[in-house]
């Protein structure tokens, strides 16, 4: 997968840019607020329809602006005519809250439609909190990296957030003595349903990705982490359980029940790492997560993701860095910021961009 030119108008520090990439490397040089995370978050946001920062589209948008535009030219296999294809997408947002998606000159008004497409790995600072912060941030995490290859998966993700939101439209308008139980009923048939695939789902990915961890481990680069493994032991749900817990999600107006509400759990010698990491520790497991990732979308796809690696510099050791650049030699596309062109070494086909 290779992207093959970005544009950016009104999108967070950038005013108007347009790169086209050459290189399979591709450093992002500049100073300090001069965009090159903005650049990177641009990419990410082509793969995903959001920002990979959290931020909302409306925080997207440049001060002063009025909308944001980020487009892209991208080639990626296609497997049904067995060769590479390119593909056009672009997304504008106004501050009105229009959203106007273009893929390949079909239309469409919701961000969700660019996950599938350019595929995309990204490791930036905010990454810690896969190891450091709530549960939805790894389910944020694992829900991206499932549905960028599998359309089915989206779909069920989809279909279960508007039975969600219709059931908690439900409970919010309902007490105890007036709620609609008969559609109650069918909302938890419909949640349960959708769970038990996503949980299926979810089960298989992480045990492809805790395999990748082990063989990125062997290959020396994150040998600190050799204790490391992942388990997903997600609550099992049925319409029995939800209804033994009515009374507390009719007092409470909210769903209580579902993969809505799931974790996955880092280990190091059965020790959760959020309990237990350093901060050195954290960023290597993320960066290693990260790569892991990326190994679960080329095993499915066959082809690797465009790596997106963020101001990586005094966060690995020089010999850990060595055999990282090593490992990028992997990717078709990777794209690098606040990086010195000297650590790269020999070998790598790599250009500069400068913002």
């Not at 055999?323 to 070998?347: K, P, Y």
Request: charged share 20%.
């Amino acid at each position: 997968m290779y992207l093959e030119s970005l544009w950016v108008q009104g999108f967070r520090a950038l005013t108007e840019q347009r790169i086209d990439i050459t290189a399979p490397i591709t450093a992002v040089e500049g100073g300090n607020g001069a965009g090159k995370t903005t650049l990177l978050d641009a990419v990410y946001f082509l793969g995903s329809g959001k920002s990979c920062l959290g931020l909302t589209n409306a925080e997207l948008v440049r001060d002063g602006e009025s909308y944001f535009v980020v487009g892209g030219r991208y080639r990626t296999r296609d497997a049904v005519a067995g060769a590479s294809v390119s593909h056009t997408a672009q997304a504008m947002f106004t501050t009105e809250g229009r959203k106007e998606l273009r893929i390949d000159g079909t239309v469409y008004h919701g961000f969700i439609h660019l996950i599938g497409g350019l595929r995309v790995a990204q490791f930036n600072f905010s990454s810690l909190f896969l190891i450091k912060g709530m549960p939805s941030v790894r389910r944020q995490f694992i829900n991206l990296l499932i549905a960028s290859c599998d359309r089915s998966y989206l779909e069920a993700l989809s279909a279960y957030s508007a039975v969600m939101m219709r059931k908690n439209a439900l409970l919010r308008q309902s007490d105890s003595s007036v709620a609609d139980v008969s559609l109650l009923d069918i909302f938890d048939e419909q949640i349960v349903s959708l769970s038990n695939i996503i949980y299926a789902k979810r089960r298989s990915a992480l045990g492809a990705v805790g395999q990748a961890m082990t063989r990125l481990i062997a290959d020396g680069l994150f040998e600190p982490l050799s204790d490391m493994s992942i388990l997903y032991d997600p609550r099992p749900v049925s319409t029995e359980s939800i209804r033994a817990i009515r009374d507390r999600e009719l007092a409470r107006h909210a769903c209580l029940a579902g993969c809505h509400l799931d974790d996955f759990v880092l280990l190091r010698k059965k020790r959760q790492l959020r309990d237990m990491a350093s901060l050195g520790e954290a960023k290597l497991v993320a960066l290693l997560l990260t790569f892991a990732g990326a190994e679960y979308i080329r095993m499915v796809t066959g082809e690797y993701p465009v790596l997106l690696l963020d101001d990586l510099e005094g966060d690995i050791d020089m010999p850990n860095l060595d055999r990282l650049m090593n490992l990028l030699t992997r990717f078709e596309q990777v794209f690098i910021t606040s990086f010195d062109f000297a650590h790269l070494g020999g070998g790598l086909n790599a250009t500069s961009v400068r913002l």
